[in-house]
């Protein structure tokens, strides 16, 4: 088999980006149907906006920061496509993090193109960005996060983490599994922790490490001291820091209204719209009707439940716990469109390595379940949509098989993975000194 050479791989994906952003402004010039992504025009629009001096929120429907608009203030002076050529070089700068990330855990170089390829040649995420989302930004943003706390560089890491739950709130669900993360028994008294290296087919410990009963009153009393840590405590300041100075200064910039959209919108938002959420239907019926707070945040106990679980059962296994995390909390929320699918797509060469699910059977098997249930939605979305077909209850049937797909595939992923530490504890290194038993 002929060896693949990651920057050459690297070059022809840069090339078949820079090919599809060309043809999408031809497409947008001779075809009925656009190939740029609705909210690029939003984008671009309120970045115009901005240019003018005026606020970006003018531009209904735009619900961002006021960072992405300007980002794109290029498009107004440089070139209209500006924004699409930042995301994908973001999406490049993805497939840099990954196979950086790979190689600091050991994984041998051929494993790391080929886990790399998984992102670099998804049609999900090519077209994420060539299209004009700018989803690939803060994909890069999540790994350069998990880089940084893998090389003991926790205030650059608090900064980001900081900065990307500003840009877009959804990565808040991160923070208690970094704040577990962020451990003595991880870091010790070095700046940089000791990483557990790759090793194929090896099941690392799971509960043994953290097994231990504790019956002592001032055991119990260090445990609970040992939590507020100087790197928590450091990490908790500078994300709150930058997240308050950025929302803060946005807030002073354009009022209540960027609070509203840009993230209260997000938190109670009742959107009637189809989308792949098993919600939609029940807001489309109630849309115009009264409804609490209350009856608005209920949605995400679901998801709340979901994420301790996962989280206190993966958290030291970090990669692999912002995956799960990830997925779950799309397919559980409010609203889910196919833009959400690349915040867990980038995290899944990070995991690739310690699945011991075969491609050739049951990962082909679950690949096509998952698609095949959203093909089958996207049938009665295109009956909806374009032929103005009554079809909602068909519509919400399919959504609710959807999140049977990925319930299914989310406990088959889990069930195939194998446990992996990122960091090697002290409890561990202490366990394998000379004259100690396993």
């Known amino acids: 088999m002929v060896a693949i050479n990651f920057r050459s791989l690297l070059l022809f994906s840069a090339f078949l980006r820079v090919f599809l952003i060309v043809y999408g402004e031809w497409q947008d010039t001779h075809m009925e149907v656009r190939y740029t992504d609705v909210d690029y025009l939003v984008f671009s629009d309120a970045a115009s906006l901005m240019a003018s001096r005026r606020s970006p929120y003018e531009r209904l429907t735009y619900r961002y920061s ?31 993090l990954i196979h950086a990330i790979l190689k600091l855990r050991g994984v041998p170089e051929k494993l790391c193109t080929y886990s790399t390829m998984v992102w ?16 690939p930004i803060v994909c890069a943003m999540i790994l350069w996060i998990i880089h940084c706390l893998m090389n003991g560089k926790i205030c650059q890491a608090a900064f980001w983490y900081g900065l990307v739950v500003h840009l877009r709130i959804y990565p808040i669900i991160y923070a208690l599994p970094v704040i577990l993360v962020l451990d003595p028994l991880n870091f010790g008294l070095g700046n940089k922790p000791n990483l557990t ?35 928590r405590i450091i990490f908790g300041l500078i994300s709150g820091f930058v997240f308050f100075f950025c929302t803060g200064f946005s807030f002073y910039l354009y009022g209540w209204q960027f609070l509203h959209e840009a993230l209260l919108y997000h938190l109670t938002r009742t959107d009637p719209r189809h989308n792949f959420s098993i919600y939609f239907y029940h807001l489309y019926l109630h849309y115009e009707h009264d409804v609490t707070i209350m009856e608005k945040l209920i949605s995400f106990l679901p998801q709340i439940i979901v994420q301790l679980v ?54 082909l098997a679950s690949t096509l379940l998952w698609i095949g249930a959203q093909t089958h939605w996207l049938m009665w979305g295109y009956l909806l949509e374009f032929k103005g ?50």
């Open 310 to 363: 996962l989280i206190f059962r993966f958290s030291q296994d970090f990669p692999f716990c912002f995956f799960v995390q990830t997925l779950a909390f799309v397919a559980f929320n409010k609203v889910m469109t196919a833009q959400y699918f690349v915040w867990f797509f980038c995290l899944l060469p990070l995991i690739w390595p310690w699945s011991s699910m075969k491609l050739k059977w049951k990962g």
């Open 197 to 231: 290296a790759w090793v194929p087919g090896e099941i690392q410990l799971t509960q043994r490490l953290y097994s231990t009963k504790v019956t002592d009153k001032n055991s119990i009393w260090l445990i609970v001291m040992s939590m507020f840590t100087w790197r």
């Open 120 to 135: 670099l040649f998804n049609p999900f995420t090519f077209t994420i960005g060539t299209r004009g989302n700018c989803e």
């Open 389 to 438: 077909k009554n079809v909602f209850i068909q519509l919400w049937l399919s959504s609710l098989l959807f999140l049977a797909a990925n319930t299914f595939v989310l406990i088959s992923i889990i069930r195939h993975h194998r446990y992996s530490p990122v960091f090697r504890r002290l409890e561990l290194a202490a366990s394998k000194k000379p004259g100690k038993s396993d």
């Open 66 to 96: 006021p960072l992405v608009a300007f980002l794109l203030i290029p498009n107004s002076i440089i070139h209209p496509s500006w924004g699409k050529f930042l995301f994908s070089a973001s999406d490049l700068l993805v497939a840099l």
